[in-house]
């Protein structure tokens, strides 16, 4: 089992999410569960479709952290 990093952005009407190591693969959704839950889809079927085609998986790369400004 492989874990991607993903990063979920409220865009002001919607939520939206992105993983860094999967260029291309992007979904959004009304709440934070609703996006939560297309990303996931997104990403299988994104991956699928790289294994169908005999394109490489990226493997998780990103990492996150935080810095405290004062």
């Not at 999410?17 to 996931?40: H, L, W």
Request: include cysteine; charged fraction near 25%; hydrophobic fraction near 35%.
């Amino acid at each position: 089992m492989k874990e991607y990093l993903v990063v979920y952005e409220w865009a002001g009407r919607n939520w939206s999410a992105y993983s860094p190591d999967v260029p291309g693969c992007v979904a959004t959704g009304k709440t934070g569960e609703d996006v939560e839950r297309n990303f996931r889809e997104a990403l299988e079927f994104h991956l699928e479709g790289l294994r169908q085609h005999g394109d490489p998986i990226p493997g998780p790369r990103a990492h996150s952290g935080h810095i405290a400004i004062a």
